[in-house]
């Protein structure tokens, strides 16, 4: 087990941590998937809240990334393994009618030998009555990997906010690049908005060999990554695509 200790003398200066914090206690004591880190308990030991939760051995995949050799390209075959490990735990959390609203590389935890992963950090989850059905009403999240209804400040489906931040992670462990770029954030939320992105001219390997993604994960990309949230899919449907079925 691992404990996470917040002071309370903090805490309370900015309520919004203390929501935050309040919200991720609510949704983790009600999840049991063995892609997402487990919590056991809090304890409130009058100066400090402690959170008792799964100890993860691993780095999260913005770090695993960033290790590897070269422009960072994972082959695709390992891209399918991890990837799949994630919509597994995205399919379960849905299932039980939550959202995460913050997927993205740095919250999701790996182990390099079983390519385990666990889903981490949901201050921003929330509970539905239907993930596909619901609109919510606030923003929140990371930039890059917001959706364009959320870009947009629209009100927005939590569920398809969430396929969509898992097309843009396919994309960046396909390329080793985001889709989309911008030295502003009010620009990168227009790009966003647009939902137009294109993909790198050419990427090279380790070795400088030309590397090129497959139709089938390009396919993929753009079915999460559709403009119109009601048309992306949701994540059981993601598990039966026929690129994802393939792995060696």
Same mark, same amino acid.
Request: hydrophobic fraction near 35%; include cysteine; aromatic fraction near 8%.
């Given at each position: 087990? *691992?404990? !996470?200790?917040?002071?309370?003398?903090?805490?309370?200066?900015?309520?919004?941590?203390? %929501?935050?914090?309040?919200?991720?206690?609510?949704?983790?004591?009600?999840?049991? $998937?063995?892609?997402? =880190?487990?919590?056991?308990?809090?304890?409130?030991?009058?100066?400090?809240?402690? #959170?008792?939760?799964?100890?993860? +051995?691993?780095? +999260?995949?913005?770090?695993?990334?960033?290790?590897?050799?070269?422009?960072?390209?994972?082959?695709? +075959?390992?891209?399918? !393994?991890?990837? @799949?490990?994630?919509?597994?735990?995205?399919?379960?959390? /849905?299932?039980?009618?939550?959202? /995460?609203?913050?997927?993205?590389?740095?919250?999701?935890?790996?182990?390099?030998?079983?390519?385990?992963?666990?889903?981490?950090?949901?201050?921003?989850?929330?509970?539905?009555?239907?993930? $596909?059905?619901?609109?919510? $009403?606030?923003?929140?999240? @990371?930039?890059?990997? =917001?959706?364009?209804? =959320? *870009?947009?400040?629209?009100? $927005?489906?939590?569920?398809? *906010?969430? #396929?969509?931040?898992?097309?843009?992670?396919?994309?960046?462990?396909? @390329?080793?690049? @985001?889709?989309?770029? *911008?030295?502003?954030?009010?620009?990168?939320?227009?790009?966003?908005?647009?939902?137009?992105?294109?993909?790198?001219?050419?990427?090279?390997?380790?070795?400088?060999?030309?590397?090129?993604?497959? +139709?089938?994960?390009?396919?993929?990309?753009? !079915?999460?990554?559709? /403009? %119109?949230?009601?048309?992306?899919?949701?994540?059981?449907?993601?598990?039966?695509?026929?690129?994802?079925?393939?792995?060696?």
């Amino acid at each position: 087990m *691992a404990i !996470k200790q917040y002071e309370k003398s903090k805490l309370t200066q900015d309520q919004s941590r203390v %929501d935050a914090l309040q919200q991720e206690i609510n949704i983790l004591s009600q999840l049991d $998937h063995i892609g997402i =880190m487990k919590y056991y308990d809090s304890i409130d030991s009058g100066n400090k809240v402690s #959170i008792v939760v799964e100890y993860i +051995n691993g780095n +999260n995949l913005y770090q695993y990334i960033r290790k590897l050799p070269g422009c960072r390209i994972i082959d695709e +075959n390992e891209v399918k !393994k991890i990837f @799949t490990k994630i919509v597994e735990a995205v399919e379960y959390m /849905h299932e039980q009618k939550v959202c /995460h609203r913050d997927l993205k590389l740095e919250n999701i935890l790996i182990d390099r030998q079983s390519y385990q992963i666990k889903l981490i950090d949901f201050g921003f989850s929330v509970k539905t009555r239907s993930v $596909h059905e619901q609109k919510l $009403h606030c923003e929140c999240g @990371t930039p890059i990997y =917001m959706s364009p209804e =959320m *870009a947009q400040k629209k009100d $927005h489906l939590g569920g398809p *906010a969430d #396929i969509w931040a898992l097309g843009v992670i396919l994309y960046i462990l396909l @390329t080793g690049k @985001t889709p989309f770029f *911008a030295s502003f954030e009010d620009d990168l939320l227009r790009k966003i908005g647009t939902g137009k992105y294109k993909w790198p001219d050419f990427l090279t390997d380790k070795k400088g060999k030309i590397v090129e993604s497959s +139709n089938g994960a390009k396919a993929l990309v753009r !079915k999460l990554m559709t /403009h %119109d949230e009601r048309l992306r899919p949701t994540a059981s449907k993601i598990l039966e695509d026929p690129w994802l079925s393939n792995i060696k």
